[in-house]
């Protein structure tokens, strides 16, 4: 369950997104306590999203450094929490949950 912090956090990134999906990962410490971890959205598309490979290798060097874990991607979706096929064939392939959030009020 994500915190109510780490809501407002996503929250307000949605706010100031402009219309283009918001993406990011949940970092834990050990203790529980969840941050949430923007990177840009390099997708061109208006519902997609794509995370730079350099962009993931630096959030994995920063968890690291700080001794937490990556727990899931989260990435919003304006039109409901169905997946897109691409959605889905990602989120089979890696080790990292998902979490849709949606911004529909």
């Not at 208006?46 to 450094?65: C, E, K």
Request: hydrophobic share 35%; charged share 25%; glycine share 6%.
């Amino acid at each position: 369950m994500l915190s109510s912090e780490t809501i407002d956090s996503i929250a307000h990134c949605i706010q100031q997104s402009q219309g283009q999906e918001v993406c990011g990962f949940l970092l834990c410490d050990n203790a529980g306590k969840q941050r949430f971890y923007r990177v840009k959205n390099l997708s061109g598309e208006p519902h997609s999203f794509f995370v730079s490979q350099l962009d993931f290798d630096r959030l994995r060097r920063h968890a690291q450094r700080r001794y937490l874990q990556i727990k899931a991607l989260i990435h919003t979706h304006d039109s409901g929490l169905e997946l897109s096929s691409v959605d889905r064939a990602y989120s089979n392939e890696g080790e990292i949950m998902w979490i849709v959030v949606t911004n529909q009020k």
